[in-house]
């Protein structure tokens, strides 16, 4: 009876310890909340970050990456704004500066979060900065450019830029040849057809190239006859 | 003298796998998988470079667990035993001891790093367009790195306790990834002492940055024949200096029942 009552006691000791556990988590976890929001307000900058990381700074930049997603991901849901957006996104490029893609993601968000064109393009401007060879930033600012500008000056340029990188595609330089066709740099437009109809090895790009080549340069035949103000044949009445 | 060494390293190697050591490349194993499978959602389009930052840092990591933590309580462990007496009492010079120990665990080491390696470069041909051989450099580099780190905790495993060789290796360890920055810090002071002796520190310590280049492997810049030669000579020459001087100490030092 007395080792009954001994067993009894420790399985409710046992039980009220795991409550006690669980309840003073669920107690963290509510301070954790404002805590998270006070230890990025506290959060240093600069080149302290990167020394206190004792040489495992891209490991460091992972983890503040991971933060960064979750915090963004707390912002979609309505859990907090972005207020500590910029410090999140310094502290990762100082650690990583080679981070590509938190360039990318940090300007996609000023642009659909914040509607910050230029800090999006600021932002992208930063990562080449840094990674001068990558074909991705210059190609989502010659994006930015083309889609929400309709610049196809400037987006041209900045395709053209993308496509002088070593690990640009046929993409960036189809996409630049494009914009110049669109902005009216009709020649610019053909040298970049015809080079690119020489460089690539895909069909299918050929084939486009080839085809572009001929429109383009049956518009320049027409404006030599016609001149530059030339809209196109009367339609027969 | 070179098989006596031979002998030593082989039973230091033994004594370490005894000691369970490899159970840390299983925990290697699980943080890899874990870096692949559980954080996945989470590495918005950077899974290969978190993958490959996780894998050099852990290796890195649980490397300097077991220089620090085998090797600090190496020669206190045969002294205690007393068992250092009967190996000294063969025609086994101290100075060859301590080289006998001091590759015993650099065979443990590269056994680690090799499994781990394997473990990492597998993982890695899972996630599509990470696979790279350059990071045989990184791995060759963390080698140079914790072969140094095992001679600074070889140094002073023959002067002081366990606990404050493996504090003070530590110490050299957190140091040594901050002599440049302590160097720049001091050119900045008006001082000329201070400029002194921030350069007297940055000469004094080993530089270990010489040995990361994990940033640049995992972005996709291979390490120079010219670095891995460099870093090459660098670990040799301060791993080579700290034995002679640890040699001086451990040839002074009185043992029990000696």
Known sequence: MKSRTKTLFRGLAVVVLTLVIFLSLREYDGQQEQADQQERLYFPSGKFLVESTLGFREAAADYLWFRFIQYYGAY???????????????????????????????????????????????????????????????????????????????????FEMAGRCSDATDKESRFAAFARYKGGDKRVSLALWKNLYESTDSPHMKELALKMIDIITGKIEIQKIYGKDFIGPIPEI | MTSNIMTLAGSTFLETVRDRIFYLVALFGFIMLASTAILSPLTVGAQGKIMADVGLASMVIFGLLVVVFVGSSMVRKELDKGTIVTILSKPVGRREYLIGKFLGLNLTLISMLAVMGLLFLLMLFLAPGSFSLRFLGAFYLTFLELTLINAVVVFFSTSVSPVLAAVFTLGVFTVGHLSQSIRDFGQLQDGVFQRQMSELVYYLTPNLEVFNLRGAVVHGTAVSGEHLVMATVYSLAWSILLLVVAGSIFSRKELRGE
């Open chain 1, 76 to 158: 979609s849901m309505g859990q907090n704004d972005l207020r500590y957006f910029d410090l999140l996104i310094d502290g990762i490029t100082k650690l990583d500066p080679q981070f590509v893609e938190a360039y990318f993601f940090a300007s996609l968000v000023r642009w659909s979060s914040f509607g910050d064109i230029d800090g999006s393009i600021e932002m992208l401007k930063r990562g080449i900065l840094a990674n001068p060879d990558k074909a991705k930033l210059p190609f989502q600012i010659g994006f930015i450019y083309y889609v929400i500008e309709h610049d196809y000056k400037r987006a041209g340029h900045w």
